[in-house]
C-alpha cells in the first residue's frame, strides 16, 4: 500500500489533495494539512530553546542556528 502511494505521488506526479485557498496540491493530506496551518493560518509550532524565534517548518528552526 505505502508502495502503491509512492509510485503514484513520486513517479507519477498525482497530487490529489488540493487547497481550496491557493490551489497548491499535495500528494499526502497530512502535507496539505500542515501547509494549510503554516502558510494560511501563520502558525509556527517549531520553537528556539534559545530565543524567542519560531518557524513554520523544523528546517526552518535547524539552519537558525
Known sequence: HDL???IE???K???PFKCGIC???FSR???LEKHIETVHEGKKPYHCELCDKSFPQK???EGHN
Open 4 to 6: 502503491k502511494k509512492h
Open 9 to 11: 505521488s513520486v513517479h
Open 13 to 15: 506526479g498525482k497530487k
Open 23 to 25: 490551489e497548491k496540491s
Open 29 to 31: 493530506r497530512g502535507n
Open 59 to 61: 528546517g526552518n528552526l
